[in-house]
């Protein structure tokens, strides 16, 4: 599993792209049959799972954001990407992925959302501030990003 860490400003940019139809239509969700342009909420700890629209999850990270507005790049992005030798996996092993990284990283308690819009990887978003104003520095990220890659796939395959 790789993961590609990026930090931004605003959740709306980063949700219009997850949720769009990609730079050459290459965003699909296909899973159980379903098949539709653009991404879909598979995990969040915000009660968005299902979501099309990335406009509530993005409004509750804003929200969280706007107690610290100091915070430079308050956004943080990873992508988890299998490699084409794994396996596909379902919307429900992902989820348990990405709430196992949430806590290995250190942020589960911060607001974030995953959202898959293609068979071999997912993408995190998260509010580096706390709806409580607390700060996630993600210090050493890129390191703990792929420790807990290599976790998840020792546990899940």
Known sequence: MIANITRGKNPW??????????????????????TRPGGIVTASNLGMEGHTEPSRWAGELLKAMNTRSEIK?????????NTDQDRILSDAVW???????????????HPWAMVRHGADHVHLVVSRVSDAGE???GRNDRRAAQSACTRLELEHG
């Open 73 to 81: 790049n308050p956004v943080w992005h990873v992508s988890l990407r």
């Open 135 to 137: 700060v996630w520095h």
């Open 95 to 109: 989820a348990d992925m990405g709430q196992s990284f949430a806590e290995a990283m250190g942020f589960a308690e």
């Open 13 to 34: 940019d980063i949700g219009a792209y997850l949720h769009g139809v990609g730079k050459a239509n290459e965003h699909v969700y296909e899973f159980g049959g379903v």
